[in-house]
Every structure is written in structure tokens, then in C-alpha cells.
């Protein structure tokens, strides 16, 4: 039995149904793991195989076919034998019997091994075999079941008298096949062609690939022909009709029927091909097995419209553990399922998993398939979310609250939910004020100068040299060398360590405290030589944190003269502490000397305390040295604190593009650029401008149409766009705006300007006043002509026509909301009916139709056409109210009709 190889088959019209053969034909029927019963295998981690009965009449079976056709619901086989014959046959009774097929036997007249045997899966009375080479005999054979002789005796009562002798029981043999074809060649493999009923596709010979045409059946003959060795395996594609593929030795070609003189495809394997075998279910998915191995290879065929080349994407795919497998077979229906046999028999039910196509959307929503189903949809408000902290959807909802947009840069911070960012907006807000107010000089015009700005380290400047104080403790008769000089004190200003009359070190103080940091505070204190106010702080804050207290007894016993002891002791604490700051105390007091480098290099420390410090206590090439370290360091982790170094210029770029790499979050980095870096960097470089209009981009898949014009607006706020339209006068042409905005600054032109704002002189800003009781500009500057008239009230636009009467509530012709959007908010109020409310800016405007060109004040021919809809000039018959399309005044107001 271990020289037989063994196969497995999925039956075509039963689901649930497949047969293994070697010696023995099995059937068996799939299950759940709560179905299975005696005698089951399992086959997956939720199937089970249950063996249904077993065909042991039969022997030496080199191929295997099953009935393709669900009428009878019983299995027919047909088997072709090393003798050449075809054996009908079932696993038992059934309805097959009393059609005289069971049992049949389809013999060849001269024996020689029957290679192929194949069921018409369109006329299921039509079976073909293929044969050995024999030299005076055909190959292909073509059988008609329907007209063999039918048995008139139960084949398996005969099985029944006959088994003590062992012999099998012959049907009649005066069966003969329709149709003979390939005289003395050898058939190595044979398919129909789905496309044709009567089209075969056989290998012969070793070296031939022919379509043989049945359909004329006295004379049947090759229709196309190619010599290849590739002649093993022939399997038709089930969704493609002309491509066909074939294999030798480790070779697979793939063919295309309409064009048969070369393969369309040649895949070479690494060992020899035993099986090949199309994917019933999946468009152009072959499998193959090859020799000696526990992998099914699959070869996905893709063929281009345009281009005609194909191309393959080939993978492999383990159904179970490491055994030689000998067959596969696909399930006909269930997709990318296939079920594999091994040397040992052991069965494996293994479904394919497709390469999966992953779409997220914008609004974050992750789908991915599998074959032709959906398999999941997951949503912003899945748990997935959570656990890997996606950062678009945190800019998403920051975005939502307008983070970024607030005119406090401080209040943006509060939005973002993260302390880092929030002490950046935080940093951005106190620059921007120390700017505004003139507490710090505005350096190379920054919005927010840096740190290496004030001391000249971007321009190649060199600094003022510092002077160093030996400043004395408060409370210790010691000193320590401070020094100071203007760049500092600016320096200073920046981290908030500036501390004076105006900013007294108390009120610092009392402020940590009331955050409740305890041990800044007390570092900061002792930073500034009062120890007193220092150990102060630490016995305060040891009700929340009993280790302060054991700080503060330690810090008691500190004075110029401490012994070495004290100093030991002092180390050693430090090391189990882990507050960065209590570290920073201990150091400070038990430095040797000026060195000051645990301080200065502790990472954990804000940057402002470390950048304040250095500048209170490190000679100036030192505080150089430091500050050049200290840029590299936040460079290359891509802390945006590092903005307190560079400042709002070109220098920071490579800081924001490294948090932008490290992050993703293109949303901090745009809207820090737009709002502290200048118009014209932003304009210039190409960086920043992909990040906003990244952003921007953004913004605009979120739907979040107002963020992104409140975007723009910031964007653009330093540079308005220029005017785009002008008042010209019909006579002469000329622009009267251009004409208004060449003058100086003094007022706003209401009625012919269109609302522009205009630029003039004081005297002008009295002719031109937008109040009520003064003129406006009634005629063109430049020819003195007049401005056209209102159709309505008959004045020059310009005119004092500032008022108009609106009905009452209710009445015919009342537009109090329509009339709302011309008079606004700001109006006089309108106390009773009948009232006269002055015209604003928009009111005044003029409007005019497209047609006849008529027109006049907005909110007298709003008034006009809410009881008309013809043009108010009384020689135009223009329907106006009609001819525009996006009109909805009319149905505002409309009175009655009576009939």
C-alpha cells in the first residue's frame, strides 16, 4: 500500500461529499465537531471527515471521475483500470441499478493502462478515456453510456453470489465506444472544453497538445495542434474558456487557445510537478503540488486588457503540518477551500486566505475582503482605536474643537489633551506676549525669537561678554558665581526665569505651589540661593509626598563648610531618587566646582529650567557649547520644546520635520507654522507649504468646511488678497474705487462704492461719512457725471436715501425676515409698525438686474419685488424677479390672489 499514491477528490454535485482511492475507494462526508460520530477523522479545528462506505471491489485504479450531475442524488464513479478498462461504478444499491450503469465495464480491444477518464459535464451520458499507446489501436475513446446494452440483474446481487470466488462479474461486452480518435499514440492527460460539448483537449505522445473537435462524428480530426512536452495535467480554467494549463517534469505553461503556437506563460518550480488544478471558485487561481513537498503553490494569473501580457503572482500556503503531500483538490463551491491527502493519509480541510484589500477611509471607517465577501467594518468608535492611539483620529476630534484656531495660543494647548503640546502652545503664548508688549525686543522680525536668535548663534553674531557676580546665599555664608549680561536677561525672559521687582521670585514661587510643584519650586528657590525658602517648600509638599520631608532634613544640614560625610551622603541619596528635580538640588549643592553637567544633561528637567540655569551659571563659551549640544538633542528626538531654541525661523524646520516623522501629526506642525512662523517663509519654502496644504487636504476629507476657512483666514490674515471689484463710472469708464483709495484713510463709502472700504483724507471722510445725515459721494470724480438713479425711491446712488418704511407684521408685503438680513442686528430698533429704520452698510449697496440693467438700493428693490415681479421702471416690461434662477424672495411673501 505504500507504493500506491494516494488521491483525493471533491465530488462536483455534493457539497458535503469527497472520495479518497489507492487500493480502496472511501467515501466520506464532512461535519461539524458536534456531528461527528464513529468512524470520523478530523480534518480542521471545526470539521470532521465521516467515513460513509467503502469500495474495495476494484483494483489497481489509476484515475478517478465522478458523475458531474445531481440526478440520482446517488454517487456514480467511473474508474479507469491498468488493463484499459472503464468501470462504472457506486458504493452500494442505488438508482443507478435499474439503469443498467452499475457495473458497467468499457472495455478497449486491446488492454494497455486506461491514464484519464472524464464525464461531459454538459451531455452526462458522454464519458471519454485515454489510453496507453498501442500500434494498431486509437487512444481517445468516446463512449455512450445511454447506448451500452443495459443490465436486466442487479450487479451487486452478482457481487453477492460471486464473492467466495473472488471474481467480479462482467458486464456485457459488446459495448463499443462512438468514437475513436490518436491511432497509436499514447494520452497522458485529457479535459473538455467548457466552451464546446463536443471539444477535448488531450496531451499525447510526449510531445503533442491537440483540440480535437466530436462534433462531426464520422470524421473527427485535430482542430489546432502544438508540439511541447508539456502534455501532463491538462486542466481547462473554469472561468476563462481558452486558457488552458499543462505541465512536464517542473515546468507549468499556460495556453491560450486562440493563440496555441507558444504558451502564454512558463512557470518554473523548483522540483517536479505532481498535480495541477484550477480554482473552481476564484478567477485565474491555479494550484499545483510539487514532488516531495507539504506546500501548495498558487499561481494567481493576471492578464492585462490593454497590454495582452500576463503576469503571475505566485505564493505558497501550508494546509498542515509538515507531511509529503500526494493530491489536493478544490471544493467546488465554498471559495478558496481545498482539501489535501498525505503519504500517511492524513487529511487536511485548509481554506486559502485571499491577499486581503485594506481600505480606511477618512472618516476612519477600516473595511477589508475576502474573496467576494466583506469580512469586518471597523469604526472611529471601535476599541481598536483606543489601543493603538491612531493619531488622525486624535487630530480629527482636536480639529473638531478648533484646536489650533483659538485666538489664545495658550487655549490651544488645553485643547490638544497631551502636556508636551500643551506646554508648547503655552511657550508660544508667553513669547508672542513678551513680543506684543515690548518686554523683549522684536529679534530679526520673529513673531517668537529663539534662544539661539537672542544670542546671535543663527547669524554668526558673536555675544556681549557676561559679567560674573560671586552672589552670596540668603541664609549660608557661601557664595556661587552668577553671571548676567543683556543677551541673558533677555534669555532669562523667555524660559521665565527673570525674576524682579516686577516678577518677584515669591510670586513664582507661590504659583508652583498652588500647581502643587513642590520640588521645582524648591529647586528654583534653591537655584537662587535661598535654601531657607527651599526646605520651606519640600515640608509643605510632604503631605502628599512623605519623601520631601526626608529632602528638606537633608538640605537643613548644608552650609559652606559641610563636612565630606554630609557631601557622601548626599550623592548616595540622590541615586535613589527619582524626582529629576530633588536630583537637580543635590547636585547643585555638591558640585565640584562649576561643574554642573547632571543638571544641566538631565533629560527629564523642562527645558526652560535647564536653558535658565545655564545662563545664570555657566561662562559664556561653556553656555554656548550647552546651548549647541542642547539643539542637537532635541533635533534629533524631534521635541517641539525645542522651538524655545531655534524660534519661529528656518532653523526649525528639521526639529518640526523630525516630530512630524516621529508622530504623523501634521496638524501640530501646520497650525504652529501658521501661526507663529512669518507670511513670508511660509510663502517661500516648499516644506511648509505641503504641510498646510496637507492639512488643509485633511480638513477637507473631514468635511470641517469652517476649520478650514478659519484656516485660511489665519493663513492669510497678514495678507489680505487685493481687491478684485470696482466701481466705474458709466461715462467716462474710469474706476471711481481707484480713485477713493488713492486718498488717505478717513471713512467708508455706503451707497455707489459698493461698501468698499476707501482710503481719504479728513476733510473727504466728512463729505463721504456713512452716517445718515451727511452726503455721499453722488457723482464721478473724474467727469462729474451723476451715479445712476434707484429704480425705486428716484435718487442718486450716493444719496441720503437712508430710510424706508416697513409694514406692518403679517400684512401684505411684510419681509421682516428677508428685510432682517439688509437692516442687521444693529439697526434702530423697529418699535412699532410703520416704523423707519436707517439703511446699513448692505442695504445701501446697489443691485441691478442682468437683463435690463435696472436697479438701485438693496433693500428698496428687495421691498420692490416682494409684491412684483416686473422691473420697477415703468417703460421696461423686463419679468426680473423671474429670470433669476436661485430666486427665493418670492416666496417670502406673496399676497392672495382673490377670486
Known sequence: MSNIR???QWSPVHPKKFITWGNEIFLYETCTSKQAKAPSVPISSSTYAHLLATNSYHHYVKCVDIYPHVEPADMLLALGQANGKVVLTTFGPSAYDALGLTGLELSPKHARQCNAVAWNPIDSNLLVSGLDKYRSDYSIQL?????CPIHTRSYYSQISQNVKTGSIPSADNSARPIIELCLSEAIHSLGWVHYSSRTILVGSS??????????VSETPKGVQSVTTKAVFGVAVAPFNDHHVASFVDNTIAIWDMRSFDKPLLGLAQKKHIIKINWCPTRHNLLGSLQRDSSAIHLHDVQQSVDEGEATVLERSVHPGPSNQLTSFSWHPKDESRLL???????????CVVERMTLNWSPSFHIVWTHGRKTLKTISSKDKIYQDIEDISLKMFHRAKLYYGLLPDLGQNGNLAEDDSLKAVWKMLSYCRKLVDDGTIPNIADLKHPGIRTVFGLDRNTYMSKSECVKTQWTDVKSSVKVYSSLERDVALQLCGWKLDSETPLESVLEKLEVEEEYARAAALATFYLHLTRAIQLLNRGAGSNPRLSIVSMALAGYSAQSSGLWRQACLESKQQLTDPYLKAIFAFLTADGDNYDSILYEKCLNIEDRIGFACRFLSDSRLIDFLTKLTAEYMEE????????TGSCKEALPLLQKHLDNTGDVQTVSLIVVRSFPVALIHEDVILQDWVNSYRNLLDSWRLWVHRAKLDILLNASKPPPQQVFVSCNFCKKSISAYLQGMKKGGVGGGGGGGNKFNMSSAA?????????????????????PQPRCAVCLVNMGTSASHTCIPEPGAPGDTS???NLLYGRHSAARSRAGALVHLNEFGAWYTWCQICRHGGHAAHILAWFNEHTECPVSTCTCQCLALDAANQIGSITSPPISS
Open 817 to 819: 425676515d428677508s428685510l
Open 340 to 350: 489535501t491527502i498525505s503519504i500517511a493519509g492524513l487529511l487536511t480541510d485548509y
Open 638 to 645: 524631534g521635541k517641539l520644546n525645542g522651538l524655545l531654541l
Open 765 to 785: 471722510a466728512a463729505k463721504y461719512s456713512t452716517s445718515p445725515n451727511k452726503h455721499k459721494i453722488t457723482s464721478c470724480p473724474h467727469c462729474r457725471k
Open 143 to 147: 463512449w455512450d453510456t445511454l447506448k
Open 206 to 215: 510526449n510531445k503533442y497538445l491537440k483540440l480535437l473537435d466530436l462534433r
Open 6 to 8: 494516494l488521491e483525493v
